[in-house]
């Protein structure tokens, strides 16, 4: 149930409805493209679901390198121009942003489809459970009235129960098991920062951004599934964690300026916070982003043999990720007092790749994990410093 609330969650966080073949347009401020894609079943499991978005994610992120590349050399060669190569590049960024998005709001549909499948599995569930135990009472009934008339037979039993006795009793020690693979799932949930370096051995500094966040909006959300192996046989305290996972992060930011795009007298494009023009009273202004990660981690696990996750655990490890989606919103009123919301959906000059480093503590199935990117959110030069997401998380691992 936690690994289905999950999905839906994440499913409403991605993006607007899409149908079975979707066309969306690409993320662009002047220029439109029609995206069509093979939309997610609405009727496919979880893992069919899943599935279906990291081959896709995939495929499109290796098809963007491989084309990019092609630009390039175009370049060198001098088939294209420095011009015409920027400009094909920028169109093809636009297309691999407006592709991913689509496929997020692909997948946003499946969660409400599955989340009503579900439903309708509880209420039927729930009618079996209570038909179940009414039964179970009768049933009780039924005993009690059979132990009475047990008693009276007890001195005719005795000589029996000695011979049955070795059908009730395992003299045997338990055999220690010898597994060494196990599947996990795993989900958290935890508030964000900025920092001004990613180096924590030299002190935390918190980056200038950091004193703009509003705290109980700039949340983020994590899930993955993997495996864990142990390393050394089925005592070693050695595990090997792998898997994939995706993680939606939400800036809350205070006052009314918003987060946008601008452009100086030299052309150059940045990320700056100015008043919107469409609410003048703003109620939520969030940024928020979501990225398909592969995390890694090892772990010294001090569960029993062939066990892991059932006693104290320590584990560090790195994580890499894409970004498959960004948006900013804004809550408010307008000019005429009337409720307004604003959403735009724009990279904001974030890097398109993260990657860096994790840790984390845990006994039994909760666990306390820290992390650090090791690149800065922002592409170099489109913000005011480099700012470094940093994040601590509680969550637990089944």
């Known amino acids: 149930m936690i690994a289905m609330l999950a999905m839906g969650y994440l499913a409403l966080g991605l993006s607007a409805t899409a149908e079975n073949t979707l066309m969306v347009p690409a993320d662009t401020n002047e220029v439109k493209v029609k995206i069509e894609i093979d939309a997610i079943d609405e009727d496919a499991n979880m893992m069919e679901a899943i599935g279906k978005m990291v081959r896709v994610s995939t495929k499109e992120a290796a098809k963007f390198s491989a084309e990019m590349a ?17 400009a094909k590049a920028e169109a093809l960024e636009k297309e691999f942003e407006a592709t991913m998005e689509a496929y997020g709001e692909s997948m946003e549909q499946w969660g409400e489809s599955f989340g009503k499948r579900m439903e309708k599995f509880g209420d039927k569930l729930g009618k079996e459970i209570e038909a179940q135990v009414e039964a179970e009472m009768a049933q009780e009934d039924i005993e009690a009235e059979i132990r009475m008339e047990m008693k009276d037979l007890e001195e005719e039993l005795k000589d029996l129960k000695g011979e049955f006795k070795e059908l009730d009793e395992d003299d045997e020690e338990p055999r220690k098991s010898t597994k060494t693979k196990f599947s996990y799932f795993d989900l958290h949930v935890g508030g964000n920062t900025f920092l001004a370096n990613p180096d924590i051995t030299s002190g935390v500094s918190m980056a200038a951004t950091s004193g703009d966040l509003a705290a109980w909006e700039s949340m983020n ?18 595990v090997l964690q792998t898997g994939l996972g995706l993680e939606t992060n939400t800036w809350g ?31 939520q202004n969030t940024y928020n982003t979501t990225y398909l990660e ?16 059932k006693g104290l655990t320590v584990g560090v ?21 009337e409720r307004a919301r604003v959403m735009e959906y724009n990279n904001m000059n974030t ?29 170099p030069g489109t913000f005011s410093e480099d700012a470094y997401v940093a994040s601590l998380s509680i969550g637990f691992c089944f």
């Open 70 to 86: 092609a630009i390039q050399a175009q370049i060198q060669s001098g088939e294209l121009s420095e011009e015409e190569g920027e």
């Open 221 to 238: 959300f994590r899930f993955s599934f993997g495996s864990k192996r142990k390393i050394g046989g089925a005592s070693s305290p050695v």
């Open 253 to 283: 930011f205070v006052g009314d300026d918003v987060m946008t795009k601008a452009v100086d007298i030299n052309n150059n494009v940045s990320t700056v916070f100015l008043p919107s023009d469409e609410i003048v009273d703003v109620r």
């Open 294 to 309: 592969l995390p890694v981690m090892l772990h010294l696990d001090l569960s029993p043999a062939g066990k892991v996750d």
């Open 317 to 337: 490890g790195a994580y890499g990720g894409i970004r498959l989606d960004s948006y900013t919103m804004v809550r408010g009123r307008d000019i005429e007092n």
């Open 351 to 379: 890097q398109l790749l993260r990657y860096g480093l994790q840790g984390q503590l845990g006994y039994e199935s909760m666990k306390v994990t820290g992390r650090v990117d090791a690149m800065p959110l922002f592409q």
